[in-house]
């Protein structure tokens, strides 16, 4: 049985509560469905993984809607937590209890991830107690324990939604004595400069046939 498992974090695309700051650039109406393309996307690069894929949503009185969305063959479990890393903690925590041996965790503002990432992600963990995606803004899109090297206090106290968030991190890692990999940088979708940055640079890549390409070209999306 395949002991590892991906925690894919997803808010539900109601209009005016996902991506805000695209809204400069696009409706609340056209950023929900930008945000549900870039779940599915995501989703289908998970579904070629061979790992098993856990959705981690909120607001926890969505599950039903979540599941009509973006399908039934998922487990699905409400965010649990007061901010970002005691949700990410708590979702660790559960999955290492359930039996899991390794577990990656990643959010869903980085559409065109690709598979052989994660294969590396979990490739790491092999040797190594964590693993680490960077993102360009400071923070991180990946994070990923073995079970024997997941230590809770990796997420207390971090000033999330800072450029602080990954040197933070890592200073955990170095004083808890925890090894830890570092796979290739890559850049959230949070603002209308990513955007364009991520309809360039997927122009002529496998990913121009995927629904968040389509919808941007759709809408006839600034070059």
């Not at 049985?1 to 696009?26: A, C, W």
């Not at 870039?38 to 098993?52: A, I």
């Amino acid at each position: 049985m395949n002991m590892q498992k991906i925690l894919l974090f997803v808010k539900y695309p109601e209009p005016g509560k996902v991506k805000t700051r695209l809204e400069s650039l696009l409706d609340q109406a056209d950023i929900a469905r930008l945000y549900f393309c870039f779940v599915m996307d995501l989703l289908e690069t998970l579904g070629g993984t061979g790992c098993l894929v856990d959705i981690i949503y909120d607001p926890p009185e969505k599950e039903r809607e979540m599941a009509r969305l973006f399908g039934e063959g998922y487990v699905y479990r409400p965010q649990e937590g007061t901010d970002l890393g005691e949700r990410m903690k708590n979702a660790f925590q559960s999955s290492f209890a359930g039996g899991m041996t390794s577990v990656v965790l990643i959010g869903s503002d980085l559409p065109d991830l690709p598979r052989s990432v994660l294969r590396e992600a979990f490739s790491s963990l092999e040797t190594k107690d964590g693993v680490l995606g960077p993102s360009v803004d400071g923070g991180y899109y990946l994070v990923g324990f073995r079970k024997g090297g997941f230590f809770p206090a990796v997420f207390d106290g971090i000033p999330w939604s800072t450029d602080l968030v990954l040197s933070e991190t890592m200073r955990r890692f170095s004083a808890a004595g925890r090894s830890i990999s570092l796979l290739p940088s890559g850049r959230d979708l949070d603002n209308p400069e990513d955007l364009q940055d991520f309809r360039r640079r997927n122009m002529a890549s496998h990913f121009a046939r995927f629904r968040t390409m389509n919808f941007l070209n759709q809408l006839e999306f600034p070059d």
